[in-house]
């Protein structure tokens, strides 16, 4: 018997698929009531979790085999000792890849029309027909710094309108292997991009882009990794975009960068402090725009589907021994 424990948000539907599957019982937590530890006998049973952050006891779960997790960001799993358990931990991956890629695409509209000073001049009531409104976003460079699924649909929506893509990466741009990926979407193959760079060429990456969105996630060694250094190869004319974690970029630098006009502008999904305090100095840049971490449409239900999609196949491919999808290797929850 299979002991599966869920604190998620039930898509019924696909609650009645995994009861079906033989050999399983789903024991299932109230996300809205979900206590920081599980009950000791629980604890003690459970052979599969699926929840968005572990239980404090998660050492206690000794009988633990898989643990599959809501979010694309990983950190709550790193370091607490799954791969030497031999824990499967696996992450969401691609569901967001789709709302994430055209929040993009929605700022570089944004930004590239100056959408922000428009809407100002209708609140005013002033008839502005400035250049600055007229931009096409067709013919524009746009750099990926990553190339996971937000980065591939991303491209796949950015060649569809006639834009210019390219890459960085660590070494190359593989195929996606087995990961989820919303059908119809993204670049499996790896074949959009139309100039791949490798880390050691970020300058030769940045200095001809007019956009630069952060695809990345945030580790040991990508916190901070976007500093005055970077932020200064790219053109002045130049915009930024944030989806993927606030900390990638410094602090200081980004604001110096909009302060002294290194860059023509932001958009910002992720952010430095939850909530950002109103003090803060980006609410008050006119060519900043800034969402409240909603880019990835968690609360859509797009988003339950999709989850539950990956949980319920990766408990089919556990039970018969085949690869999961978006499995997270032991150096990944490692930090490195």
């Avoid at 239980?55 to 085999?65: E, F, G, H, K, S």
């Avoid at 200081?252 to 958009?267: C, D, P, S, T, V």
Wanted: aromatic content about 8%.
């Amino acid at each position: 018997m299979l002991n599966i424990v869920i604190d998620m948000p039930v898509d019924d539907e696909k609650l009645q698929q995994l009861q079906s599957l033989p050999g399983v019982h789903v024991t299932k937590i109230d996300p809205r009531e979900k206590p920081e530890r599980l009950p000791d006998e629980l604890a003690k049973k459970v052979n599969v979790l699926f929840c968005t952050f572990p239980p404090t006891n998660i050492n206690d779960c000794t009988a633990l085999r898989m643990i599959q997790i809501s979010s694309v960001g990983y950190n709550q799993i790193v370091n607490i000792g799954l791969q030497e358990r031999g824990v499967q931990a696996c992450n969401a991956q691609g569901v967001f890849d789709v709302p994430i890629a055209e929040w993009n695409i929605a700022m570089i509209f944004q930004l590239a029309r100056d959408m922000r000073g428009m809407f100002r001049n209708q609140e005013h009531k002033i008839w502005d027909r400035s250049a600055k409104f007229q931009t096409e976003i067709r013919g524009m460079n746009i750099g990926l710094w990553g190339y996971g699924g937000i980065g591939r649909e991303t491209a796949r929506l950015a060649k569809a309108m006639g834009m210019y893509v390219q890459t960085l990466v660590r070494d190359r741009v593989k195929e996606r292997g087995h990961t989820y990926c919303v059908s119809g979407t993204g670049d499996p193959q790896g074949a959009l991009p139309d100039r791949v760079f490798i880390s050691g060429q970020e300058t030769e990456f940045l200095r001809d882009l007019d956009a630069l969105i952060v695809a990345v996630p945030l580790t040991q060694q990508t916190e901070g990794m976007i500093g005055e250094k970077e932020l200064r190869a790219l053109p002045p004319h130049a915009f930024v975009l944030n989806p993927s974690r606030g900390p990638i970029i410094r602090e200081e630098a980004l604001l110096r960068a909009l302060r002294e006009q290194w860059i023509a502008g932001a958009a910002l999904d992720t952010h430095y402090h939850y909530p950002m305090p109103p003090e803060h100095p980006l609410w008050d840049f006119p060519n900043v725009i800034m969402t409240p971490h909603i880019s990835g449409s968690s609360q859509s239900t797009h988003f339950k589907r999709r989850i539950w999609s990956i949980f319920i196949e990766n408990v089919r491919r556990h039970m018969d021994g085949d690869p999961l999808w978006n499995e997270l290797s032991p150096s990944q929850l490692a930090g490195q």
